[in-house]
């Protein structure tokens, strides 16, 4: 018995569009230069060096207070980790998760770096005395190290990534940005001597609620074809 | 006796209908031809052009259910490709890349129509009311067409995209920006219309 499928039928008959559509794309196109773009693995590579430069300079003021393996470790970690998960966000590949992984991977990257953040404080002083005149600044100044060090480190990965990624670029754009966040929390991490849970947790960490956020809107601008 | 047509019975998703684009061993692969075309050869563009544009097409032209925009959007697709050329990362699938640069394209153009409602044709002429699908046409496949036309956008894409332009559900969740749980949910919701549409031209034919 044959079955038929008229779905098959259906593609079969698409045709191809009229001929001037070709030569009105023949006229526009002028140049046919070579015009390769580096491959998926340099990408890969280039972002991983570039997040790791980031995090060196982003932990330069604790080279003098930290002992030198633990700024190494820590690093070649982030850097793994972060490498780890652009390859499995970024297209080109048939191993890309999918959007609702990436989706959950937002909600789990933001939550798992709060949980340790909170985990790793010794207190959790009442707000008022955290943030008065002298926390606030002390605060404004661990904020604005992780954020310079994540927006350094997101503006690297959509430039290499620039155009190319036509299907979800957004959350795409927004995981960019909260692994460039983990590395900024990391990097002040490192310099700041406070083991004060809000301040981790306001300071170190909401860096990566605000570089998820303004990545998924750059994302949407930088990483479309 | 003849067999039943296959609409009735739900496919199974995972594998798509229409095989890979490549029919014979000896043709280069449409990845193979992307890299030749970035690398500057123009004739593996028109190769390329002549194998994914009759998908791309199709798929604009139930997406804008006219023709001459679907035309228009072919061009400006491509001509987006040709930009883009240098960004696309050699190896990974052409066809869903293609459809995805389309269907944005699709939607920066109803964008702009909306802000200028009134499109006149190549004539001059305002444009001809759209055709209504009402009653099933006498072929099957011309209903199914009818049939696939009056489902609602989502429904209709996502089989568009796995059940006649062949990608795989996560190659059609990319293109849609959107999970493959919800990709197969629109088939199946689409079938479920579908069914009913077809079995009540099964009822006319006989």
């Known amino acids: 018995m044959t079955t038929r499928d008229p779905f098959q039928a259906l593609a079969r008959a698409e045709e191809p569009p009229p001929l001037r559509v070709l030569e009105a794309l023949r006229a526009d196109m002028r140049s046919t230069r070579p015009a390769p773009g580096p491959s998926r693995n340099r990408r890969l590579g280039a972002s991983a060096l570039w997040l790791f430069a980031c995090l060196l300079l982003g932990s330069f003021s604790a080279f003098s207070s930290q002992a030198l393996w633990l700024i190494g470790g820590g690093s070649a970690f982030a850097l793994v980790f972060g490498a780890a998960l652009l390859a499995g966000v970024v297209p080109g590949s048939k191993r890309r998760v999918g959007l609702g992984l990436r989706r959950g991977l937002l909600g789990a990257l933001a939550l798992g770096l709060f949980g340790l953040l909170a985990l790793s404080a010794s207190e959790f002083a009442p707000w008022a005395t955290v943030f008065d005149a002298a926390g606030c600044r002390q605060a404004l100044g661990c904020g604005m190290h992780a954020l310079l060090t994540g927006v350094l480190g997101v503006a690297g990965l959509l430039w290499i990534w620039r155009g190319t990624d036509p299907f979800t670029p957004g959350a795409t754009g927004a995981v960019f940005g909260s692994i460039a966040g983990l590395l900024g929390a990391f990097s002040v991490g490192l310099s700041c001597s406070s083991h004060e849970g809000w301040h981790l947790v306001v300071a170190h960490g909401s860096s990566v609620v605000w570089l998820g956020a303004a990545c998924g809107w750059a994302g949407l601008k930088w990483l479309r074809p | ?206």
């Open chain 2, 1 to 206: 006796m003849a067999a039943p047509p296959a609409i009735l019975v739900e496919p199974r998703l995972e594998r798509p209908a229409v095989g890979p684009l490549t029919t014979d061993a000896s043709e280069p692969s449409t990845e193979e031809l992307m890299e030749h075309y970035v690398a500057g050869h123009l004739e593996a563009f028109e190769t390329l052009y002549r194998r994914l544009s009759p998908k791309l097409f199709g798929y604009l032209l139930r997406l804008t259910r006219r023709r001459d925009r679907a035309e228009d959007l072919v061009q400006i697709t491509f001509a987006k490709v040709h930009r883009a050329r240098a960004s696309y990362l050699l190896g990974s699938p052409v066809l869903p890349w293609l459809l995805a640069i389309g269907r944005r394209s699709f939607f920066d153009e109803h964008r702009r129509a909306k802000v200028r409602p009134e499109d006149l044709s190549y004539d001059g002429s305002l444009p001809e009311p759209h055709e209504e699908s009402g009653g099933l046409g006498t072929d099957v496949i011309e209903a199914l067409e009818r049939a696939l036309s009056s489902l609602p956008e989502p429904y209709a894409e996502a089989i568009q995209l796995t059940k006649v332009t062949g990608l795989s559900v996560s190659e059609a969740a990319d293109v849609l920006g959107t999970t493959k749980a919800a990709v197969k949910l629109r088939v199946h919701r689409g079938y479920l219309l579908l069914r009913v549409q077809l079995e009540a031209f099964k009822r006319d034919e006989t």
